[in-house]
């Protein structure tokens, strides 16, 4: 699974109101407008404090968190400039 050098979210406004509106299109880094179908996706856990690994998904109690955040596209230049090496 994806993971980024910088944190979900990185460069949204950190308004809380703001991700309840978002529409499931947008960047989770940089908050632009993803077109479909999305080549790239990471799911954010903690509340959007980091990135699942694929560990993470192979645990059915992430899904059950109350800080899964669910899965996000990534825009193509933020999945480019930030992209994590597989661990
Ligand atoms: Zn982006």
Same mark, same amino acid.
């Given at each position: 699974?994806n993971?980024?050098?910088? %944190? ?9 109101? %703001? ?5 499931? %299109? ?12 999305f080549k790239h996706v ?31 596209p990534i825009?193509?230049?933020?999945h ?8």
């Amino acid at each position: 699974m994806n993971r980024y050098r910088v %944190r979900p979210f990185a460069f949204w406004n950190h308004d809380s109101t %703001r991700v309840r509106g978002l529409t499931g %299109r947008e960047c989770a880094i940089c908050k632009k407008l993803v077109r479909e179908p999305f080549k790239h996706v990471a799911v954010v856990l903690d509340g959007g404090e980091r990135w699942a690994t694929q560990k993470d998904l192979d645990d059915p109690n992430t899904f059950r968190d109350p800080g899964y955040m669910g899965e996000f596209p990534i825009g193509p230049d933020c999945h480019k400039r930030y992209l994590l090496p597989d661990e």
